[in-house]
């Protein structure tokens, strides 16, 4: 898929993995099972993670039970390197989707490595800035955008990061989630999602297909979600 307005943006978070050779050279990765914990918010941060294979939740499980999905690390992000670096517990959770597998370096292996090293402590930078912009455009997004808009802006995310270009023009996302999943990232109930999900069907914009949903007029999303055009729920 080409690269929208969306990419600095995206939740979806992954690097090419050989930026972090300097800390994974001759370690052998961790499995995580799909749904185990890597580590639990208020747990103290003493390691970094960074995945080889998979995808990672980080989110926010509230008193009542509310979560708040941040982003999704994928192969190459860095995880829990703020927290070690401010030297405070985790501010969230990080559990695995699927089975994943990361490498775990000890937090005073990375403070060395950065001491020592200029290219990975630029990396570690622009992994933090590019955490921020996601961080700072969801503010934004819950401070001047409509349900409709954030919806159509996820959905946007989830074509850039695993869309398929069908014959027909269509875009395929080849992954499977539900409008929980999606309510829990964009901040709106799982039964506001629900129905945006159905007046894009009503309006031609996506169906579901064997399990999967198939994003059939890409350029009116798009539009949704840069805000060009609105529909009313």
Not at 134 to 147: A, D, G, H, K, R
Request: glycine share 6%; charged share 20%; hydrophobic share 40%.
């Amino acid at each position: 898929m080409q690269k929208t307005w969306a990419e600095d943006t995206s939740p979806w978070i992954n690097m090419d993995i050989s930026y972090w050779n300097a800390l994974i050279k001759g370690r052998k990765p961790a499995m995580f099972r799909k749904k185990a914990f890597l580590f639990h918010q208020g747990d103290p941060a003493d390691a970094v993670y960074i995945v080889l294979s998979g995808r990672i939740r980080i989110t926010s499980y509230q008193i009542d039970g509310e979560e708040k999905q941040f982003y999704i690390a994928e192969k190459g992000c860095l995880i829990g390197e703020a927290s070690c670096i401010l030297g405070h517990p985790h501010s969230t959770s990080a559990v695995a989707i699927v089975d994943t597998e990361v490498y775990c370096i000890p937090h005073v292996e990375l403070e060395a490595g950065m001491k020592a090293d200029w290219e990975l402590t630029r990396t570690v930078m622009r992994m933090m800035c590019r955490k921020n912009s996601i961080s700072f455009n969801q503010v934004l997004e819950l401070s001047f955008t409509q349900s409709v808009q954030r919806v159509a802006q996820l959905v946007v995310h989830l074509c850039n990061q695993y869309g398929v270009k069908e014959d027909t023009g269509a875009v395929r996302i080849d992954i499977r989630f539900t409008h929980q999943d999606v309510s829990s990232m964009i901040n709106t109930s799982r039964v506001t999602v629900s129905n945006v999900f159905s007046l894009f069907a009503d309006e031609g914009i996506l169906e579901k297909v064997n399990g999967l949903f198939v994003v059939t007029d890409f350029g009116k999303l798009e539009s949704l979600a840069s805000g060009e055009e609105e529909l009313a729920l």
